[in-house]
């Protein structure tokens, strides 16, 4: 696993000085991972919601059972039936006690929901803060040639002339090379 570990780590510096010398393209990879995580908060806060709405559906069974054993209990002690009203009170304290439980795991839920509203807010508002450093960074003149002149090498050497159709294609090769670098990066990450 040495060998592994070791390309893995070097794939790892490699992204990253990448992503250094291509600040733009860090910003996208970054605007993409909140991306992620806002759909992935998105469907948690949903899955939460849709507990707590089946939670609260079992409470109100829960009581309503509740009542219909609390008149069973007074119908058997008004007949004399101890027998009846003790097992009556025995299966009315057991919902009560379940419905105590319910309860507090709606609580607990409800705190859930409201942190994950808040990580919600907060993720927005970095993806805000994002890509409104991606507009400056494309308003900036000298954001795009620094861009052009660290990537110039990858297209021509000093002594040839460049190909004026290569800064079409640059964007372009340059998504492709870091899509492909963050897919090996992830694949490692996995094993």
């Known amino acids: 696993m040495g060998l592994f570990d070791d390309f893995s780590r070097l794939l790892e510096i490699r992204l990253e000085e990448f992503l250094r010398n291509n600040p733009q393209l860090e910003l996208q990879a970054l605007a993409e991972n909140l991306r992620e995580q806002e759909e992935d908060t998105s469907r948690l806060l949903i ?37 009846l009203a003790q097992a009556a009170q025995e299966r009315e304290a057991a919902l009560l006690r379940q419905g105590n439980q319910r309860w507090g795991q709606m609580e607990v839920l409800k705190e859930r929901i409201q942190q994950t509203e808040e990580l919600q807010r907060k993720i927005q508002s970095r993806q805000q803060e994002v890509r409104d450093k991606i507009k400056q960074e494309e308003a900036t003149p000298t954001a795009a040639s620094s861009s052009r002149q660290a990537t110039s090498g990858w297209y021509h050497t000093p002594q040839s002339k460049p190909d004026p159709s290569e800064d079409q294609f640059r964007p372009r090769d340059m998504h492709e090379q870091h899509e492909a670098l963050t897919r090996t990066k992830k694949r490692a990450e996995c094993r």
């Open 47 to 83: 899955d939460l919601q849709a507990q707590e709405k089946q939670l609260q559906t079992d409470i109100l069974n829960t009581a309503q059972e509740i009542q219909r054993w609390h008149g069973r209990i007074e119908k058997a002690q008004t007949a004399g039936r101890q027998d």
